[in-house]
């Protein structure tokens, strides 16, 4: 989270491991990157010039405040039957309402 400009709402930024990120746009709507490493950079040194803080140092005062955050990767390969299955998955076979307590919407 990063205070900044002329509106000083929070914005928030979360990391992917291949180098994508998602970021939370002031207006609340969120801006997702594909591999995109230079806008990582980008924030970096808009962390450093705004904060005058190292990011590093600035994400160890979040875990601190927040707690550390732990990551943990188990890949599992799909059997060639489960990959059928999930070739043929449509909208119409979705029945859950919502998804981590956000509503399930079709675009």
Request: hydrophobic letters at 35%; glycine letters at 10%.
């Amino acid at each position: 989270m990063v205070r900044g400009g002329t509106d000083q709402r929070l914005s928030g930024v979360c990391r992917e491991e291949s180098a994508g990120a998602s970021f939370l746009r002031r207006d609340g709507t969120v801006w997702t990157t594909d591999k995109d490493g230079i806008i990582m950079n980008l924030l970096a040194c808009e962390i450093t010039a705004r904060t005058g803080k190292d990011p590093g140092e600035f994400y160890r005062e979040i875990e601190e405040k927040f707690g550390k955050a732990f990551y943990e990767r188990i890949d599992v390969p799909a059997l060639p039957s489960q990959k059928a299955a999930l070739k043929k998955l449509s909208p119409q076979h979705i029945k859950a309402k919502e998804l981590a307590g956000e509503p399930i919407t079709r675009s």
